[in-house]
């Protein structure tokens, strides 16, 4: 699916964070549908445009509850909850750099630092 994709809106395989993130923000016949139609006959920071908006608007339908929630989630699967969180797939290179694994630590400092903050912005201060 994402090689169509890709090949369709003519992303090289070397834009490796584009296509990291249409694999991870892209999951419906739906959003392939919408990101093929917006981006057609664009270039590749049209994707990235149209990614950046799309990441916002999973952030804003996905954010937690309150903290409550999001610790009792990282407790069960810090990875999913941590991508939820930032809407972002997160490899072990990217966990290696959060020094703290203290899920109320974290959840206050994503909010102090507004809710579209990406993983790294976060591990830089978490």
């Given at each position: 699916?994402?090689?169509?994709?890709?090949?369709?809106?003519?992303?090289?395989?070397?834009?490796?964070?584009?296509?990291?993130?249409?694999?991870?923000?892209?999951?419906?016949?739906?959003?392939?549908?919408?990101?093929?139609?917006?981006?057609r006959h664009g270039d590749v920071?049209?994707?990235?445009?149209?990614?950046?908006?799309?990441?916002?608007?999973?952030?804003?339908?996905?954010?937690?509850?309150?903290?409550?929630?999001?610790?009792?989630?990282?407790?069960?699967?810090?990875?999913?909850?941590?991508e939820r969180l930032c809407q972002?797939?997160?490899?072990?290179?990217?966990?290696?750099?959060?020094?703290?694994?203290?899920?109320?630590?974290?959840?206050?400092?994503?909010?102090?630092?507004?809710?579209?903050?990406?993983?790294?912005?976060?591990?830089?201060?978490?």
């Amino acid at each position: 699916m994402i090689e169509e994709i890709i090949g369709e809106l003519g992303i090289t395989s070397h834009a490796t964070n584009v296509i990291d993130a249409i694999s991870f923000l892209i999951t419906t016949t739906e959003d392939i549908a919408e990101l093929k139609d917006v981006c057609r006959h664009g270039d590749v920071q049209s994707v990235n445009i149209y990614l950046i908006e799309k990441r916002k608007q999973k952030v804003s339908s996905n954010k937690f509850i309150n903290i409550e929630e999001f610790v009792c989630r990282y407790n069960v699967d810090p990875i999913g909850t941590l991508e939820r969180l930032c809407q972002e797939r997160l490899d072990s290179n990217k966990l290696s750099k959060l020094k703290s694994n203290d899920p109320v630590r974290i959840y206050k400092i994503h909010n102090s630092r507004g809710a579209y903050t990406r993983f790294m912005e976060l591990a830089l201060f978490a």
